[in-house]
């Protein structure tokens, strides 16, 4: 995406995106910090606040109407989709101004 993206500004000779376009595209934006998560247990996920969950959808999709986003142009940005089972440490993208851990649901054993 990020290579159809750079190649319809037009440049001669077309470019491609480095080896370490993420890690160059997060450090240019202030807003932007990589974290390495904690696994979250399952249960104690089921407990949040659905409120919240139900809110922040709901922006997501005011969002995409607002700047008229079309579904095929919504993307996984690390494109593996959902993990399932037991989760590891992993890295992840967050709010520059976050603090705390950031948390990955771990769902348990899924056999």
Known sequence: MANILLAQRGTTPIQLV???????FINRQEQLKTR????Y???RA??????AIRE????VQITIMQYRIAIEDIYN????GFAIGLVAT???VTRAD?????SFIQLGNRE
């Open 46 to 51: 089921k407990c949040e606040d659905s409120k």
């Open 18 to 24: 480095g080896e370490k376009w993420v890690y160059n």
């Open 41 to 43: 247990n399952y249960r």
């Open 36 to 39: 390495y998560t904690r696994r």
């Open 77 to 80: 940005f690390d494109e593996t």
């Open 56 to 59: 922040w959808f709901n922006r």
């Open 98 to 102: 976050y603090y705390g851990k950031a």
């Open 90 to 92: 992993a890295r992840v």
